[in-house]
């Protein structure tokens, strides 16, 4: 992504919009069962970027649960179409993560890391490039993990 270049998108139908006004922090492939069942897929691609930077147009429907170490998880969609937008937590609050599908330009970022492996199913494939995280590292010392393994609560 070229530096000042405005990401955007939106969902299936066009309700809900929204911009980026700011840099992602990651982009990784999430395994997890929960991102299976919210999205019907294998892995769900997501992009961390702050709250803050998310300009958002239109009132998403949401869905809380409770994440593998007990912070809540709540997952934004459009509430006509279902189409997924980004996910944010109550740990620790300010970095949502952006359905890397749901960008007009999907292809305008690149996945890091495969997350939550353990829960990657058989027919799943990925670049194996990748480093891969049965859940978060907790030797990972690269920037942009660092800032995912704080995430792991908002997966
Ligand atoms: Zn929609
Ligand atoms: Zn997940």
Redesign the pocket.
């Given at each position: 992504m070229a530096d000042g270049e405005m990401l955007a998108g939106g969902?299936?139908?066009?309700?809900?919009r929204y911009r980026l006004n700011g840099p992602l922090l990651f982009v990784s492939q999430c395994c997890c069962r929960d991102c299976q069942k919210a999205t019907g897929t294998g892995h769900t691609t997501i992009c961390g970027i702050e709250r803050k930077d998310v300009i958002l147009d239109g009132e998403p429907a949401t869905f809380t649960n409770a994440g593998d170490t007990g912070g809540d998880v709540t997952r934004h969609f459009?509430g006509?179409?279902?189409?997924r937008l980004f996910t944010s937590g109550t740990l620790p609050g300010s970095v949502v993560m952006i359905q890397a599908g749901s960008l007009d330009t999907p292809d305008a970022v690149t996945p890091e890391s495969v997350i939550y492996h353990k829960d990657a199913v058989a027919w799943d494939r990925f670049d194996p490039a990748l480093p891969v995280f049965e859940e978060m590292s907790p030797r990972a010392n690269h920037p942009a993990l660092r800032s995912l393994k704080a995430q792991a609560d908002a997966l």
């Open positions: 969902c299936l139908c066009g309700a809900i459009c006509t179409c279902g189409g």
